[in-house]
């Protein structure tokens, strides 16, 4: 993991308001830093500019509470969404991102992020 952190995948502000304990177990860990090494560090170095995490791991609870799916792949650290900051920004990150290895990806939100899980 060379641009993105552990703490960065699981902050929540949902969790922090709610006092929601969004601490990753051992699977998620490994699945984070999978999602990090085989797709979010190579889409950062190709798109050259920086890459927002919105959402990434999900506790229960926590899923819960921001009304995901029952069976979102935020639950096991498979998933996250990104954005550049802007529309423009994630247009080409889109297309970045369907040339790197995934199992779920999606336009969100008319495009103010994108969720991708592998
Ligand atoms: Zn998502």
């Not at 929540?12 to 999978?34: G, Y």
């Not at 797709?39 to 927002?52: H, S, T």
Request: aromatic share 4%; with cysteine.
């Amino acid at each position: 993991m060379k641009h993105f952190s552990t703490e960065e995948l699981t902050a929540s502000e949902t969790a922090k308001r709610l006092n929601i304990d969004n601490t990753p177990d051992d699977e998620a860990t490994v699945n984070m830093t999978r999602l990090v090494n085989t797709v979010l560090d190579p889409a950062r170095e190709k798109a050259g500019c920086p890459i927002k995490v919105n959402s990434g791991y999900r506790s229960k609870e926590l899923n819960k509470a921001v009304g995901g799916a029952q069976n979102s792949y935020h639950l096991t650290g498979r998933a996250a969404d990104v954005t550049t900051g802007t529309i423009i920004g994630n247009r080409r990150l889109l297309a970045i991102l369907s040339r790197l290895p995934h199992t779920e990806l999606i336009w969100e939100g008319n495009g103010k992020w994108i969720h991708v899980a592998l």
